[in-house]
């Protein structure tokens, strides 16, 4: 019996992504996947799209979304939301508000590289041209993208180096806490995002995960760009001590100078479908014993 993948974290133009959620959703068909979940930065608008082009190419999407949150000392830990619903007024909102800062943020991340450029005797940036590449939320990907067709830099980590880090503004972190509550709230469920992201040391990603389990964590994202098969293996054994559901994803960005395609992440990372598995047992569980009322 032929093997069944999935991929469980990718992005869209509505977040930092480069490509429509009905371009990811063809080019997962492309690679013959069996499942997507488009998980967008802290924005659920693009689920709506996906769902209907998967339902035409035939490919289950579940409703997904990466949150910015943070836990103590680790800032801009991400945590992946699956299988909740994505129409619930409260997670709207809560999203809504997020987005609004956002929004501004990247104005103001596109002011500051233009003050940069004018000291530096160049002509800036069109915000609007970078509203055209992002085709939807603009993220700093997007005007990295712009500063390269400027010619102003050869690659995304330059652009990264010499502008969009000095130029940063602090982005706002859902609370961990709060960020579980959140997903939970609307009927779904959190995993933790590309552990090795957070910190590679064991120790203390064990220690993390012990106290996020006691928030209500259900899972880790073990297939990631950041691990190795044995970094894997050793995820799933620690998913497996804390009872959690395993997943994994590409982090597909649509980048054109990028090694990642939809379905396979770094060093051809391939996820089975026994991941979708895992989060739809991990639904009806939580299903079972629903949260309190907002």
């Not at 994803?249 to 991941?275: K, L, T, W």
Request: aromatic share 8%; net charge negative.
């Amino acid at each position: 019996m032929e093997m069944a993948y999935v991929d469980l974290h990718l992005h869209s133009t509505y977040s930092d992504g480069y490509l429509s959620p009905e371009a990811v959703v063809s080019l997962a068909q492309k690679a013959g996947l069996d499942a997507i979940a488009l998980a967008d930065h802290d924005n659920i608008d693009g689920i709506k799209h996906a769902v209907d082009a998967g339902a035409a190419a035939g490919i289950e999407v579940i409703a997904a979304v990466e949150l910015s949150s943070q836990w103590f000392e680790y800032t801009d830990m991400h945590l992946l939301g699956y299988g909740f619903d994505y129409q619930d007024p409260y997670l709207i909102r809560a999203l809504g508000e997020f987005q609004d800062f956002r929004a501004t943020r990247n104005q103001q991340i596109v002011e500051r590289v233009n003050q940069k450029l004018v000291d530096e005797k160049r002509e800036p940036i069109h915000p609007d041209t970078v509203r055209h590449l992002a085709g939807g939320t603009i993220g700093r990907p997007h005007i990295a993208l712009a500063l390269r067709q400027a010619g102003y830099v050869s690659n995304n980590d330059e652009a990264f180096n010499r502008y969009l880090v000095p130029c940063n503004v602090p982005k706002y972190y859902f609370p961990a806490d709060a960020a579980i509550k959140l997903i939970h709230g609307s009927g779904g469920i959190v995993v933790l995002a590309h552990p090795p992201y957070v910190t590679r040391d064991r120790h203390k990603l064990e220690t993390l995960v012990a106290e996020l389990v006691g928030l209500g964590l259900d899972g880790i994202e073990a297939y990631n760009n950041g691990s190795g098969l044995e970094d894997t293996d050793w995820l799933i054994k620690l998913a497996r001590q804390h009872d959690l559901v395993v997943t994994g994803g590409s982090d597909f960005h649509g980048d054109s100078g990028s090694m990642i395609e939809v379905g396979r992440g770094v060093r051809g990372i391939r996820v089975p479908y026994s991941c979708v598995e895992e989060i739809k047992g991990a639904l009806r569980k939580l299903h079972s014993n629903p949260s309190p009322a907002k």
